[in-house]
């Protein structure tokens, strides 16, 4: 994880190595635990909080890394 300011932008980032692959509904992973009811809520309040503040969250998979970006205007 790193965090960081640059012009107007507080910018936090998260990278995560994962084997496998990873299905995208609404941008957002979907979750790969069995009883999928109950996940996959995290990741939807970080979103509707980030755009609560005028922020942008961008999400991406490659070469078996996840990577979240979050941009919030300071």
Known sequence: MSTFQQKNFLIIRFENYYEGKLKFEENLPVTTKKEAMF???GLKSLRYTVHKYKGEVDISCQDN??????????
């Open 65 to 74: 890394w996840f990577r979240l970006k979050i941009l919030i205007p300071v």
């Open 39 to 41: 996940h996959g809520y």
